[in-house]
């Protein structure tokens, strides 16, 4: 079985998604370890009630960044991790490290990509005055929010909708999408073919 360690810095509400999957057998993986850079986060007391064991590595315990990716990667080969989730998690990997895991790394963003990188993809989607943008799941390579794609669903924006019920409607889409996509990784579904992904 998959071993999974999802890497978040935020409130974790796709980690408890994923933990529900997993729960009900719609995964068939184990996840392994969540991996946090933020003591705060609620992603960490998710885990904790889940029984999901926990590395916290701060950032700044760290001279670089190659000695915070080294004790990572200590936590996931010491899990025997087959695959990283990132849920929010907010700090960019090292080519270094994208290229050891290289096809075994997803992400999701909440914009349909490749509109709307980065930090704040809600706020200037609807800023922008867009009519529908989304959420989307990728392979994580070396550029930001940038990897090929494997699912993406759209979100329809109303005209009495405010930033706060897009958010709303986003991450519903998010708990939907993400554990749809790491199901059809962990049985063996997705072939990468180049920028392309066939969903078998
Ligand atoms: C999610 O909406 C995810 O798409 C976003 O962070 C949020 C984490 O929420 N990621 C990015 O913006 C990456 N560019 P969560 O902690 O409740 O799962």
Redo the contacts with the bound molecule.
């Keep these: 079985m998959t071993n999974i360690a999802v890497f978040?810095?935020?409130?974790?509400?796709?980690?408890?998604?994923i933990i529900k999957a997993v729960k009900k057998g719609k995964i068939q993986a184990n996840l392994s370890l969540l991996v946090c850079d933020q003591p705060g986060?609620?992603?960490v007391g998710r885990a904790k009630r889940a029984g999901v064991k926990t590395a916290l590595v701060k950032r700044q315990d760290f001279h670089g960044k190659k000695e915070f990716e080294d004790k990572i990667i200590e936590y996931l080969e010491e899990s025997k991790i087959d695959l990283i989730v990132?849920?929010?998690?907010?700090r960019i990997l090292s080519p270094g490290f994208v290229e050891k895991y290289s096809g075994r790394i997803l992400?999701?963003?909440?914009a349909l990509l490749p509109a709307f990188?980065?930090?704040?993809?809600?706020k200037d989607a609807f800023e922008y005055g867009v009519k529908v943008t989304g959420?989307t799941v990728h392979f994580v390579d070396e550029k930001?929010?940038h990897g090929p794609i494997i699912l993406q669903k759209a979100v329809v924006i109303e005209g009495n909708d405010s930033l706060g019920s897009l958010e709303n409607k986003?991450?519903k889409a998010?708990h939907r999408l993400y554990p749809e996509a790491i199901r059809l990784f962990c049985e063996g579904k997705l072939k990468l073919e180049g920028r392309s992904v066939k969903v078998l």
Excluded at 107 to 110: D, S, W
Excluded at 117 to 122: L, R, T, V, Y
């Design positions: 978040a810095s935020g409130r974790g509400t796709n980690l408890s998604a986060a609620g992603a990132m849920a929010g998690f907010m992400n999701i963003h909440p990188k980065g930090s704040h993809a809600i959420a930001m929010d986003i991450h998010e």
